[in-house]
């Protein structure tokens, strides 16, 4: 899901190369681009193969319709869904769900995660109490929040947040305390104040560490709110699956599931953008997987 | 030197961690814009005395004086360059060069244009947008160098600075080290325990006994001519017989701090 697309080596700006090392770098991307090609190929193989097997045998009645809808179907359910229109409403909703509870989930999870990582004491203090915390199956709190906060958006944020919160945390806390100790000295040496150590070390060291719980935690954001819709709400994918399930219409379910994976994949391009501006300083991998 | 003009004066200075006495009884003076450098057998607590000029570590006895006064809490006159690598990765050549200002207070663009001034005087002049990780490692040195000499500290303190680099870069730093003392005479503070490397560099090359409780063995003057040609001068007399006269007093350390171990 998280493949991203073959990253042009940030080496190749390197000024001053002579000719001789542009041709070697002109056969070099050459033949990666070769490769790409072949990994791409292969991958459309696969899954075009997979799609079509998967066709042919509901048309010649092998697979059972009723249980696995041909793909033809279901895109023809998610087309006629879209051009009807009411699921621009659905999908609405569920992003304003996803981005709110994604919000306020990272902006809690990694001011604690900060305050956490820079005070032992409260660290001490406050981290077995986020284990047990931690350990609470968090699905299972959908039903208190539907109590506490109703069927509207409030109970999806809150669940989704619940979610966001600890793995932004986690992250940030483990960022924070790897802080490589020498380069911390040296910025005390410079005399930075403890704001400017927080801005200028202990934030963009965590960054790695805080981007990559971004990750994990877009899909949990969308999980969390679709979860909450799915099992009581009048709107949102997870109330069109809800529904669809209600009358055993596989098709309208397996559709809900194919726009709810678009929408992931989408903001998951979202934060690798993201990712890319913010780590231009990191060394480019040694090797890209396309 | 006039005693009262020294930069740093450390008299009778001890310094313990728990019951282990790192330096002992440890007396050192360097004048203003002298250029001292310290050898000492490994674990002699060399180190250790930057951190005390510094104002990182209080001595348990003795006292610290810079420029006549008494040294309280962190040493505002001194700049530290650590051995290890310490340049912020994710900052540019140029905005590690100007952290320190940039912490002090001064706006951004007037650090910046200040950096790339000094980014040109260590020879990274093009390079000021690169990350450390698209440098080498002696150009890291530089950027770190030019990091703690914009500061313009009275007393510059260096701990084996460049002693993870090649024989050939090392002598290039050397060259652009002086270069810089040579132009503005701060203090300095060398530690290294390459005996080469501080005939070349240092005014006066002091000597430290093996640790636990090391102290100054010995010191010698180091007469050569400056400026000096940092490729030519290993191999002239002078500089064979100033290496064998600090080595009289060093070998003997180095042995006993062996059998210490």
């Known amino acids: 899901m998280s493949s991203s697309k073959p990253q042009t080596l940030a080496l190749a700006s390197s000024a001053g190369s002579t000719t001789s090392d542009e041709a070697i770098e002109a056969r070099r991307r050459g033949a990666a681009s070769a490769y790409r090609t072949k990994v791409r190929l292969t991958r459309l193989a696969l899954v075009g193969g997979f799609f079509l097997a998967w066709e042919a045998g509901a048309r010649a009645g092998l697979i059972d319709p009723f249980f696995f809808p041909s793909p033809s179907a279901i895109l023809g359910r998610i087309a006629q869904w879209f051009a009807e229109g009411d699921i621009w409403g659905d999908l609405g909703i569920t ?24 005070s032992r004491f409260a660290a001490d203090v406050i981290q077995p109490i986020i284990k047990v915390f931690n350990a609470i199956p ?68 965590a960054m790695s560490w805080i981007l990559s719980s971004l990750r994990v935690s877009v899909g949990m954001a969308v999980m969390g709110a679709v979860v909450a819709e799915y099992l009581g709400s009048s709107m949102g994918l997870g109330h069109i699956i809800a529904q669809a399930e209600g009358v055993m219409d596989a098709t309208g379910v397996f559709a809900g599931i194919v726009v709810l ?7 998951d391009l979202a934060v690798d953008r993201l990712e890319k501006r913010l780590l231009v300083w990191r060394p480019a991998p040694s090797h890209d997987d396309a | 030197m006039a005693e009262e003009r ?59 004086a810079v420029f006549g006064k008494p040294l309280e809490g962190l040493n505002g006159d001194s700049g530290y360059m650590l051995q290890q690598e310490a340049i912020l990765p994710w900052k540019t050549a140029e905005d590690n060069v100007a952290l320190g200002l940039i912490f002090r207070g001064v706006a951004k663009d007037e650090a910046r244009a200040k950096a790339q001034g000094w980014l040109a005087r260590v020879g990274l002049k093009g390079f000021e947008k690169r ?22 500290p009275r007393i510059v303190l ?13 002598r290039l730093m050397h060259r652009i080290l002086l270069d810089l003392w040579q132009a503005d005479r701060r203090s300095l503070i060398f530690i290294t325990h390459d005996l080469d490397e501080a005939i070349t560099l240092a005014d006066r090359v002091v000597v430290m006994s093996a640790g636990p409780a090391s102290r100054v063995v010995g010191e010698v003057e180091i007469t050569l001519p400056r400026p000096r040609d940092v490729s030519a001068l290993a191999t002239t007399d002078e500089f064979v017989s100033l290496y064998r006269e600090i080595w009289n007093l060093l070998g003997a350390e180095v042995e006993k701090s062996y059998v210490v171990q």
């Not at chain 1, 960022?175 to 070390?201: C, D, I, M, T, Y």
């Not at chain 1, 994976?261 to 903001?267: E, Q």
């Not at chain 2, 084996?160 to 870069?169: G, K």
């Open chain 1, 95 to 118: 992003l304003l769900e996803t981005v709110l509870s994604f919000l306020l989930g990272v902006t809690g999870g990694t001011a604690l995660g900060l305050w956490l990582g820079l």
């Open chain 1, 138 to 205: 968090r699905v299972l709190l959908a039903p208190i929040f539907v109590i506490w906060f109703g069927l509207g958006l409030a109970s999806k944020v809150a669940l989704g947040m619940t979610i966001v919160i600890f793995i932004a945390f986690f992250n940030t806390y483990q960022g924070v305390r790897e802080v490589n100790p020498v380069v911390l000295a040296n910025a005390r040496l410079l005399r930075a104040s403890k704001l400017s150590l927080l801005r200028h070390v202990y934030i963009p060291s």
């Open chain 1, 261 to 267: 994976s678009v929408f992931v994949v989408l903001l």
């Open chain 2, 6 to 64: 020294a930069a740093v004066r450390l008299h009778d200075v001890a310094v313990r961690f728990g019951a282990f006495t790192a330096v002992g009884n440890m007396n050192l003076t360097v004048g203003d814009s002298e250029f001292v450098a310290v050898v000492g057998p490994t674990g002699c607590g060399k180190s250790t005395i930057l951190n005390v000029v510094t104002g990182l570590l209080r001595p348990a006895a003795g006292e610290v």
């Open chain 2, 131 to 152: 990350y450390p990780h698209q440098l080498s490692g002696g150009q890291r040195k530089r950027v770190a160098m030019a990091q703690t000499l914009i500061m313009e």
């Open chain 2, 158 to 170: 260096m701990d084996e600075p460049f002693s993870a680099l090649d024989v050939h870069t090392r």
